[in-house]
């Protein structure tokens, strides 16, 4: 179940005058069974990209594959459907889009419009807050009285419930408290466990080496470049200044010390890492 | 020692539930406050409550010597600026410009003070090229600034931020905390900054931090103080910031309290 884009192009009012081209020469390949990261500064072209994965936007030009299914230009919207109930994807701040009296209402929404019974949708969207950590106590609530960390989790087990192979999430932390951030990482990672490809925006560096296997960098509308974080967080200094892309938090501590004259062996990722650094420990390694 | 704002005694309960119960909290004149506190903590109602947006069960809010009611409270707001998360929700001008323009049309300022008083504002915020472009083509960075410049062009006594950064990238967070850091500068005692957030990095640059859980004050105390308190920051739903993370991890640390930069100057010159 990997997805593939081939010289995928793509512009808003294609073949108008008024074209507007955003994504250019795309070929990426996203791993089945892994978490993988698109970062890149805002206007390079991740939500475009994103949007490619069940066909809210249809390339202008090349395709993607998804599994079996070839998304191109020519496909019509009917055909889209079930691809639709494959590819769960939850926006930012999905918590403005909850509607219902209740948090189980809200989540049994989507499972329902994709053809289930009430009674299959209501085991479905209970078996999703269990997955997301939403306590049996407040499915009966409104939405609306919950608190932030807790409302962006029912969101999300809106779009769970009807159990997307793939999960697109476009910057599922943003906004929330230190606890709610870390408890969203694990929702993330869990979700890769139950064997989902998961794909994953994030401006937070330190949330993609925290749970990325893979990361795709978008700059101006291309793939700036592709492979494990800790291939593309060791780069040269120079290209993440010429993509706009930061080092996780460790990494760029430990760049600030270089210029002031104590270097490191090695460039850390992680805050745990770069402590052990200092305390001496690596030079037994 | 002059008071911004003073709350004493207040209660507060939302759907029957209580929030506040006997909350005090006293903010001087030309201090940079950090509320912080998990969502859900209080920290957002505590804004409204202030702004009279929300109303007390019981208690008193004194802005500034007035006392908060119904008769004061468009005197209240008059002196608050209000910055919120959303850049996109408090957009109302065609231009950067007009933006700025509708909240002093809403004071009755003469109009042909108008443009002088958008250009500054806009200026003190970075964003004077901007003047004519439409919102919509900002980054949520640049459209917290014109926010920030909409407020301050009413020239408040206080400016309230609350979670401003909050859905911003890494890049309009770092904009917007230096335009406040330059802010703070400028005006120096005649602005009292109060910033809401769960950003603790953030919290660092505050000249004191307060952290609040379920409508009580937790810590209070200079950002030496409260990130002394690891411990009870985490029980709170917080983090240390970075920094200090990193220092109580260190096998030999500081003995004081250290920022980023202090701590960077310290391992610099500990063995190179």
């Keep these: 179940m990997a997805i593939n884009f081939e010289q995928v192009n793509f512009s808003y009012g294609a073949g108008t005058t008024l074209a507007q081209p955003i994504l250019h020469d795309i070929n990426v390949t996203i791993p089945d069974g892994q978490v993988t990261a698109i970062v890149g500064q805002t206007g390079s072209g991740k939500s475009t990209l994103i949007q490619h994965l069940n066909g809210l936007l249809k390339p202008t030009s090349g395709r993607i594959i998804i599994d079996d299914f070839i998304l191109t230009n020519g496909i019509k919207e009917k055909q889209l459907t079930g691809l639709r109930a494959r590819v769960g994807m939850v926006f930012q701040f999905p918590e403005n889009q909850l509607f219902a009296n209740t948090v189980l209402d809200d989540v049994m929404y989507a499972p329902i419009n994709f053809g289930y019974s009430k009674r299959e949708a209501q085991i479905a969207a209970k078996e999703a807050l269990k997955r997301v950590h939403v306590s049996e106590k407040l499915w009966h609530k409104s939405p609306f009285e919950l608190s932030g960390g807790q409302m962006r989790r029912v969101a999300m087990a809106g779009t769970l419930a009807s159990n997307p192979d793939i999960v697109v999430l476009d910057e599922p932390a943003a906004g929330l408290d230190p606890k709610g951030q870390n408890e969203l990482l694990n929702i993330v990672r869990d979700l890769k466990s139950a064997g989902k490809l998961v794909v994953l925006i994030s401006h937070q560096m330190d949330h993609v080496i925290a749970v990325a296997d893979h990361m795709i960098v978008m700059n101006n509308g291309r793939v700036a470049a592709e492979g494990t974080p800790t291939e593309i967080f060791n780069r040269d200094l120079s290209w993440f200044k010429e993509v706009a892309l930061d080092l996780p938090k460790a990494g760029q501590f430990a760049e600030k010390l270089r210029q002031k004259g104590r270097s490191l062996s090695r460039r850390p990722l992680l805050l745990t890492e770069l402590a052990k650094m200092l305390n001496g420990d690596d030079q037994h390694e | ?272």
């Design chain 2, 1 to 272: 020692m002059v008071k911004a704002i003073e709350i004493n005694n207040l209660k507060y309960s939302y759907d029957e539930q209580p929030l506040f119960n006997d909350f005090n909290l006293n903010i001087e004149a030309g201090q940079w406050v950090a509320l912080v506190g998990h969502n859900g903590s209080g920290k957002s109602t505590l804004a409204k409550l202030i702004l009279g947006l929300l109303v007390a069960d019981e208690g008193q809010i004194i802005v500034f010597d007035e006392q908060l009611s119904i008769e004061s409270v468009h005197r209240v707001r008059a002196k608050i600026g209000m910055v919120f998360q959303n850049p996109d929700n408090q957009f109302v001008g065609a231009t950067v410009a007009d933006d700025v323009a509708f909240g002093l049309e809403n004071t009755k300022v003469d109009s042909s003070d108008m443009p002088q008083k958008i250009d500054a504002a806009l200026t003190v915020v970075g964003m004077q090229d901007f003047k004519d472009r439409e919102p919509h083509t900002l980054s949520g960075g640049q459209k917290q600034r014109v926010a920030l410049a909409s407020v301050l062009a009413l020239q408040p006594k206080i400016i309230i931020l609350d979670e401003a950064t909050a859905m911003l990238d890494p890049d309009g967070r770092m904009t917007v905390m230096e335009t406040l850091q330059q802010l703070k500068q400028q005006f120096g005692q005649n602005l009292t900054l109060i910033t809401i957030t769960h950003d603790m990095d953030e919290a660092t640059l505050a000249d004191r931090v307060v952290v609040i859980n379920d409508g009580r004050k937790i810590l209070d105390g200079t950002p030496a103080k409260v990130f002394s308190q690891r411990r009870v920051l985490h029980d709170n739903g917080l983090e240390l910031p970075f920094a200090n993370e990193l220092a109580y991890q260190l096998d030999k640390k500081p003995e004081d309290y250290m920022d980023e930069r202090e701590l960077i100057q310290w391992l610099s010159t500990l063995n190179k």
